[in-house]
Each structure stands twice: as structure tokens, then as C-alpha cells.
């Protein structure tokens, strides 16, 4: 699954079918998510639960030889006009013409097609006529193995056109007339239905991944094509609140000797829950910056309101002192209400003066990372020399990720984590495990788990853990 901003995009231009392909492993469905319950069954050598793509959830990788999505043939499947789109990772030939999707009007013959061909290329199939063939078109552009591609080719009546990454390829190509139907019938439900991943019946297998494959009864817009492509990349708007807090008994030196109190009252106006985070950054006097924490998740129901106090601040600052000053720092997607109250003691512990202030929302576009784990181009984890198993680590998110932890569980045998140094968008790392010995008992089972210690502030929470194991 592809972030949320890119399934809304793709919703909002009334898609006749939309796979999102972020079932867990054991499923057996493929769920249209479009509305027109053109759900698919998955088959053969498939992996569910495999890292998506741009901060989504999971996506398919499909084996090249076997492995399809099979959906029935249905009167929504058969629109004049199309628009088939999908976002892919192609992983390397295996001498066949590659399905990413197909509509067949007969086993043999493409009613509406998607393709990537040995060398790399795209090809486009549509069957406008009651004849025995169809138009091809091939991309003049190429997909890059082992990279993510955004692909779209359209057809409106009159022209076919591809684009990738969401720029149209120069090898637009007229095919007057319509898309030739196929509707459905009791003994066609399965030759006539759409294959992901390969062909319904006939073998033309896709190898690599496969995610967020969608279908429209229309041609869309240049302009639509590019919108779906960059609302992956979006950035994520924030409202942030700089609190200040001034807390702890003072000694007189930085401000008047006393003790001083801070509470932040923070109030959800919306009538949904919401999540939000808190970090706490330190001031130093002297012009000396200070620590900053991470940041820590908090949440509220329906008007509901919480308060961070001066307790808080001592407990989650990165800093130990009997006196501190500084920020409390909120971000959060909705704006909320923020108010601070301050009370200061003197020598007699009575409360000498208070005083509150709402705070104002800052608003900013802010790029997430997204820290995931990633395959070998076979799609396997187990990249494994000896006794050592490689980690690789990416951030496939729009902007810089902070340091942090990387762990595998060796379950039976134990864990081990490695520090995972700061990536900045679209960079790796290769982490080195040791094998804890006896874990081949005959196979040795792992779980990768990156950002373990929930460090980074991350797009997509749900990508970071992949279950795998090497062969004994």
C-alpha cells in the first residue's frame, strides 16, 4: 500500500477497480477497494506482506513463474475507453512478456493489457475491433530493474498512451474506435477476467513487485496521471506549537531565585481521535543550545484535553538538572488549542504570581521518512555469507531520517540490534548480523524489525517488520 494521500487521489477519479494489495500473508483475496467488488484471489508464487512503496504498507511480489491475482470477469470490467495504472518494482527478465495486468478476451488474445518486456520496455495491448488482434504500442522508455516505477498507459478512443514515473513516454499511438467488450457469461468468468500479476489462464508471469494496481473506464488527464504520481510524494502539513516551559527550583543566577511551574494544556477540538507528538527541547544559557528529546506519541478522544506538566518535562527531557528551561514542542495534523499556565513560588512555597498564554499553530509542509527493510532482487532476506546475515535498510520517505536502531529476532536464539545511522531520502544501509549458532534447527527463522526503539517519526508505521528465513 501506497500512502494515504495516493489512494485518495486515486478514489477521487472513480476507479473501476483498485487493488491496494496490502493483505497480510495467509490471505487468500485481493480486495477491490474501488467499490465495484471486482475482488481477485491470489495464486501460486506470490509473498504477501513485502515492503510497499514511497512510505506505504505492503505490496506483492510475485515469482515470475506461477504466482497471479485472478478477477472474475464483470460488466465493469468492459468500458469503452481505459486507464490502467500500477506501481511496480520489475526485478529482471525470464524471457516472457510480463503481465502487470491483462484483460483477456480470449486465452490468447489481449481485450486490454499492461506489459513489461525482457528488455525492459512497456508494452501496451488493446483489441478495438471485433478482429483477432490487437495494437500494440511499446514504450520508447524504459523501467529500471530493481527500482520502483510508477507506470500509466491510457486510451481515450482515439490514442495510446503511456507514461512512466509520471511523465508521458514519445510513443503515443492513434487506435480509433473503442475497446472491443467482452461481457461477462457463465463459461467466461475466468478467460475474460482481468489477471494481476499474469494472465488469467496462460502463463506470462510477473517478476517482482507488484502494488496499488488500479483500473478506470476513462482516460485520465496528463494532469491526473501526474497528480497521482507526485501525491506519493507529498508532503505531510503540520501544525506545530513552541510552548515555553520554565521549571524547577532557581538558584537566582538565570532568573529570580524561587520555584518556578509550567503546564501545558493541550485540547482536542475535533470530534474524531487524534494522535499527536511531544518533544521537549532544552534551552542552556550562555547562547549554548540543548538536547533535544525524540519524539513520544500522545492522544486524544473527542474533546478530550491532557496536560504536560512540570513532572513530565523532568521525566522526558533529555537532560537532568534541578532547574530547566526551554521548549515543548507539538505537531500534530489538526490544529489544536494550546494553552500554558505559569506560577512561580517564592522563599514562603505560596503561589506569588500566574499567568497563561495560548499558544499559536505554526503551520508547515514537512517531508516523513520511512525507514524499511528491503530484498535482494530475488525478494529474499536471507542474504546470508557464513554465519553473517546483510540488512539492508532504506528510507523511501520524502525527507531525512534520524539515527536509529535496527533488530532481528532470532526468536528461539535470541535477538540482536545494530544502530542504523542517519539516511537521507531514498539512501541505504547495510547492517551485518551475526547468526546466532544453532539457528539453522533445520532452517533458522528471523524477524527484521527496523526502527525498533520508535526513534523516527516515520510515514508509515506499518512497513517496518518482515518475517523471513534462511534454508538450512
Known sequence: MAPISFATAVLADGPIGYWRLGEAPGNA???DVSGKANNGTYSGGITLGQPGFHGGDTAVLFDGATGRIVVPNSDTLNPPNITMEAKIRWDGPNDLQQRILEKSSFAELAQYGLSVLPDGHVQVEIRTSAATTSVNVTSVGTVTRGSETHVVATYDGEVIRIYLNGVLDPSETLAPGSISPKPPTATNLTESGVGIGNQTERDRPFKGLIDEAALYPTALSAERIRAHYESQLAKRKVCQYAAKFVCGKSAGTVVAPGLYFTAVNVHNPTYTAIRFLIKIAVALPGLKPGPVSRFF????????????DSPDIFKRAAARADFLKGFVVIESEVELDVVVVYTAAGSTGQVETLHTERVPARRLE??????????????????????TLTVTVKNQGASGAAPSTTQVDFLAFGK??????PLAP???VDLLFAIPPGCFDPNCEFQITVDVNNEVNESEEGNNVVKSACLG
Open 29 to 31: 483475496n485481493a480486495i
Open 297 to 308: 506519541d500522545a492522544s486524544l478522544g473527542p474533546d478530550e484535553a491532557l496536560e504536560i
Open 366 to 387: 514537512v517531508g516523513v521518512p520511512d525507514l524499511v527493510a528491503i530484498p535482494d532482487a530475488s525478494g529474499s532476506f536471507c542474504r546470508r555469507k557464513d554465519s
Open 416 to 421: 540482536v540490534s545494530m544502530p542504523t545511522p
Open 426 to 428: 531514498g539512501a541505504s
